[in-house]
T-cell receptor
Framework: SQTIHQWPATLVQPVGSPLSLECTVEGTSNPNLYWYRQAAGRGLQLLFYSVGIGQISSEVPQNLSASRPQDRQFILSSKKLLLSDSGFYLC?????????????FGDGTRLSIL | GESVGLHLPTLSVQEGDNSIINCAYSNSASDYFIWYKQESGKGPQFIIDIRSNMDKRQGQRVTVLLNKTVKHLSLQIAATQPGDSAVYFCAVLRNSGYALNFGKGTSLLVTP
């Protein structure tokens, strides 16, 4: 069966510091991969998605970036964090062959910026 | 644009009653819909999906109804249990494919 791993589960970072969040998927190949942010009490905002290695689509202009160095690895990065980057970051995967497939989520990273 | 909205941000039901959570979408060409459940501190969990060629789909204690005429989607939970307390999101596949648009979520509270 397929599993998705995100780490770390929680992270506290100072303003201006860099960020690297990692997500890996097991048990499937060529998945579509997604990064979302969820503010407290709010819905999910799509940040980036990828349909293949090195292919990144950005949804919202901001100081975050994403990379997909391997088929089942998706990384969310920032060179300099802002206070507004605080939130709950979720990675998700979906079967790549067909678009009408549900996305499956990891358990997220709670990021607090001080 | 393609927007997704829920009618009620919170819903309180008694244990054993049936729950109905509603969702509206804007794009009449939408053809794939999903309901998720999110418990506190966790990622959303897939509950059930439905394609536009169907009006109704049933799972274990859950039913999704799709009314394409009024662009409305609902999730029905039978015999609601305390473990059903969570935030429920509907999601709609974009016409461009690959990505989903999520509603803001309904918080379901089950009281004894």
């Amino acid at each position: 069966s397929q599993t998705i791993h995100q780490w770390p589960a929680t992270l506290v970072q100072p303003v201006g510091s860099p960020l690297s969040l990692e997500c890996t998927v097991e048990g499937t190949s060529n998945p579509n991969l997604y990064w979302y942010r969820q503010a407290a009490g709010r819905g999910l905002q799509l940040l980036f998605y990828s349909v293949g290695i090195g292919q990144i689509s950005s949804e919202v202009p901001q100081n975050l970036s994403a990379s997909r160095p391997q088929d089942r690895q998706f990384i969310l990065s920032s060179k300099k964090l802002l206070l507004s980057d605080s939130g709950f970051y979720l990675c998700a995967w979906a079967g790549g062959a067909f678009t009408d497939q549900p996305q499956h989520f990891g358990d997220g990273t709670r990021l607090s910026i001080l | 644009g393609e927007s997704v909205g829920l009618h009620l941000p919170t819903l309180s039901v008694q244990e054993g009653d049936n729950s109905i959570i509603n969702c509206a979408y804007s794009n009449s060409a939408s053809d794939y819909f999903i309901w998720y459940k999110q418990e506190s501190g966790k990622g959303p969990q897939f509950i059930i999906d439905i394609r536009s060629n169907m009006d109704k789909r049933q799972g274990q204690r859950v039913t999704v109804l799709l009314n394409k005429t009024v662009k409305h989607l609902s999730l029905q939970i039978a015999a609601t249990q305390p473990g059903d307390s969570a935030v429920y999101f509907c999601a709609v596949l974009r016409n461009s494919g690959y990505a989903l648009n999520f509603g803001k979520g309904t918080s379901l509270l089950v009281t004894p």
